[in-house]
């Protein structure tokens, strides 16, 4: 079942991904979707304080996936936006990020989202009616 939040804050945002990383177990993936710019890194930053990841969480734009160690669980942090098919993302090793026992975050999970288990957690993030506000809903976790 989906469960939809309002977000007013950049600091409300990541307490939400906060609230998601303090449940996650090793080998979870969170599939994110969204407007550009509405909050995903951000979500992620949340993320990584619930795996008690103390580095600066960035979006790995142009590296493809970002790894957090020192944590609970380790984090990996996919951005998706440059990648066209699901054989590009086992390219990169998906597998492999899988089998760590870490969390996959992943940013534009449409892209390959016949390579993604029906068990990932669903999120989507839109935004708001004011300007920092966003829509965050959540499929397959009860926070």
Sequence with gaps: MARRYVSNSEGETEDLGRRLGLRLGPGAVVAYTG?????????T???????????RVTSPTFT?????EGGRLPL??????????????FDIGWEDY?????V???EWSENVADALEEDAIRVDLRR?????QRII???GVEL
């Design 128 to 132: 708001g009616e004011s300007d920092g």
């Design 35 to 43: 407007d550009l710019g509405a909050g995903k890194t951000a979500f």
């Design 104 to 106: 996959c975050a992943v």
């Design 64 to 68: 493809i996936v970002n790894e957090y």
């Design 76 to 89: 990996f942090h996919f951005d998706l936006y440059r990648l066209s098919s699901s054989d590009e993302l």
């Design 137 to 139: 809903t959540i499929e």
């Design 45 to 55: 930053r949340g993320l990584a304080r619930g795996l008690d990841i103390s580095e």
């Design 98 to 102: 899988l089998s760590r026992g870490g």
